[in-house]
T-cell receptor, first 115, second 111 residues
């Protein structure tokens, strides 16, 4: 089946620094990728929709200047958490929609801890 | 979309019994529904899906039922095994948007 990878799988950063998370579709082209955030014992919440070559669409309440999304190619989207704070600590999960089938595949997630 | 609670509901079943996990969805315009399994520290894993023009779909040991009248979705797992222990989420999609996930249910298999 189609595979989506995320890098890094976990990261610890200091408050005030920025961290970049990559999401790659390994064996298919993804015109659309999504970024979700999941706090402990909670559900996944959609943060933004990322379309290749265009600006991301953010869900209500998600700061676009804080969570920078770049979808530069059909296989790569990046999420940069800028000026991270401890409350940004969460599990960030991306998913990608295969262009031909429109099926959605999830990455394994990235655990971000801000100290 | 669905609201997110602070605590996941828990369903505890004996190994070998059948499990039924329920989900209420909110968007009557949603036309596609999916059940995901999520193990601790991992991303969601696809289990089974159903489109709004169907009311039942069966897979291997799993069955999804859709009741559009009351906006209810259920996942039935037959003969549960220890490996079925996980959090199960339903998700809905309307159009080209990202998925809206339900609150999740923590399934615990008792030996």
């Amino acid at each position: 089946g189609a595979v989506v990878s995320q890098h890094p799988s976990w990261v610890i950063c200091k408050s005030g620094t920025s961290v970049k998370i990559e999401c790659r579709s390994l064996d298919f082209q993804a015109t659309t990728m999504f970024w979700y955030r999941q706090f402990p014992k909670q559900s996944l919440m959609l943060m933004a929709t990322s379309n290749e070559g265009s600006k991301a669409t953010y869900e209500q309440g998600v700061e676009k200047d804080k969570f920078l999304i770049n979808h530069a190619s059909l296989t790569l989207s990046t999420l940069t958490v800028t000026s991270a704070h401890p409350e940004d600590s969460s599990f960030y999960i991306c998913s990608a929609i295969q262009a031909q089938t429109y099926e959605q595949y999830f990455g394994p997630g990235t655990r971000l801890t801000v100290t | 979309g669905e609201s997110v609670g602070l605590h996941l509901p828990t369903l505890s079943v004996q190994e070998g019994d059948n499990s039924i996990i329920n989900c209420a969805y909110s968007n009557s315009a949603s036309d596609y529904f999916i059940w995901y399994k999520q193990e601790s520290g991992k991303g969601p894993q696809f289990i089974i899906d159903i489109r709004s023009n169907m009311d039942k779909r069966q897979g291997q040991r799993v069955t999804v039922l859709l009741n559009k009248t009351v906006k209810h979705l259920s996942l039935q797992i037959a003969a549960t095994q220890p490996g079925d222990s996980a959090v199960y989420f339903c998700a809905e999609r309307g159009g080209a948007d990202g998925l809206t996930f339900g609150k999740g249910t923590h399934l615990i298999i008792q030996p």
